[in-house]
């Protein structure tokens, strides 16, 4: 039987352990602070940036809200960040992607103080990421490393295969996979003969964004499965394909008129030794890390 990750119950102890160090730093007269940036109002960027913000009041940690609206233009939104950037209260920026098409995204993720940059997305970060030096890492491929090593699961002399190489996910999960002595192979939508690579992974990424991307005759049996894809599906089609004989999730369907399908057939895990679950793997762990890069981001700056 494979091992499920659980993701929740991981991120749980995670976001504890956040609660005390901040506990911690109140004692010395600091609490760390996020700003989070919503622009205009795409649902499930209101959805994600909300339950943010409320696990900072969770954790206790200070958070502010600001929500530009959707015809604000690239100079308003960097003078926000770099007004974001003087404050002495705010320790974290986040700024909740995707922006609207007038905006460019990179000059405003550039604009972002790196002591600031709780996303780990601004280049000094991915350039320190890279070359092994303290950085804030993004928080998914970070969490994805906490589910590993809080599972137990070896990642030294593995040999890791990663399916997709964007700059959110696919490329720091395969850095910081190296840096942990994995051996990485990053697969992308030109590579050839993919099955032939995803068969000789011990752990395999999947981050593509194509819902049951990877089937079982993808899957080397036993291997450690990581499933970053979030894919809503709302066909009674998709639905069969996917969950045929699943009665719990076929309520859940029914209630709700749709349901979340990975980037990892279902029928994948079967083969797998450890799998993280869609929902209730990877996704709970990028809230957590962001807290923590927040906290983290929080002493850095003040040298402690
Ligand atoms: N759990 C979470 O908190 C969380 C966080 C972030 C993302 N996600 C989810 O993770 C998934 C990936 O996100 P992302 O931001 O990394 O997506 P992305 O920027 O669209 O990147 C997708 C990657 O998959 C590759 N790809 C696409 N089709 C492929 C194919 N047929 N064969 C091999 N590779 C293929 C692409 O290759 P090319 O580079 O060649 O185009 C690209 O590198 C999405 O479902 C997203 O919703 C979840």
Known sequence: MAKVL???????TIKQEVAEEVRALKAQGIRPGLAAVLVGHVPAS???VRSKVQTCAELGLFSEMVTPDETVTTEDLLDLVRSLNDREDIDGILIQLPLPKQVDAKALLDAV???KDVDGFHPV?????QTGRAALAPCTPAGIIEILKRSNLPIS?????????SDIVGKPVAMLLLHENATVTICHSKTQRLGELTRQADILVAAIGRP???TPEMVKPGATMIDVGINRITTLEEFDRYFAGDVKRELTFAKRGSTIVGDVHPKSFELAGAYTPVPGGVGPLTIAMLMANT???????RGL
């Not at 002399?157 to 190489?165: F, L, T």
């Not at 906290?295 to 700056?301: K, L, T």
């Open 125 to 129: 970060n991915a350039g320190k990421l």
């Open 295 to 301: 906290v983290r981001a929080a002493r850095m700056r």
């Open 113 to 115: 103080l790196p002591s």
């Open 6 to 12: 659980d993701g929740a119950a991981i991120a749980a």
């Open 212 to 214: 049951g991307f990877i």
């Open 46 to 48: 209101e959805i994600y």
């Open 157 to 165: 002399g593995q040999h890791a295969v990663i399916v997709g190489r």
